[in-house]
Nanobody, 128 residues
Framework: QVQLVESGGGSVQSGGSLRLSCTASGYRYGSACMAWFRQAPGKEREVVATVDRDGATTYAESVKGRFAISLDKGKNLLLLQMNSLKPEDTAMYYC??????????????????????WGQGTQVTVSS
């Protein structure tokens, strides 16, 4: 059974940085799409950053140049480095992974319905 666990959230001031981590038991990193999503109060969940099986990454326009997603296969970690944080980045952040047998190409990694496994979320709060 696959379980994802996020960590690294917290409260920072505008302009600060945080690094989120996601560990997964029962999952082979680099075998399918993995991603970070976020959901702010009163808003729908949105994709923040994705990484496909070949290591190609995508980012939401709102975080380009500030966030970086990466995989540490040796440590089984999915990371999200978040710099120059803004109050509008405040949200619950979720790690997500696609079922290993479902991968059909990196172009699907931005689609929320492609993800079968989700973490419980970690809160990020940015104050102005």
């Amino acid at each position: 059974q696959v379980q994802l666990v996020e960590s690294g959230g917290g409260s920072v001031q505008s302009g600060g940085s945080l690094r989120l981590s996601c560990t997964a038991s029962g999952y082979r990193y680099g075998s399918a799409c993995m991603a970070w999503f976020r959901q702010a109060p009163g808003k729908e969940r949105e994709v923040v950053a994705t990484v496909d099986r070949d290591g190609a990454t995508t980012y939401a326009e709102s975080v380009k140049g500030r966030f970086a997603i990466s995989l540490d296969k040796g440590k089984n970690l999915l990371l999200l480095q978040m710099n120059s944080l803004k109050p509008e980045d405040t949200a619950m952040y979720y790690c997500a992974a696609q079922w290993m047998g479902h991968y059909e190409g990196g172009q699907y990694c931005i689609i929320e319905d492609e993800y079968h496994y989700w973490g419980q979320g970690t809160q990020v709060t940015v104050s102005s």
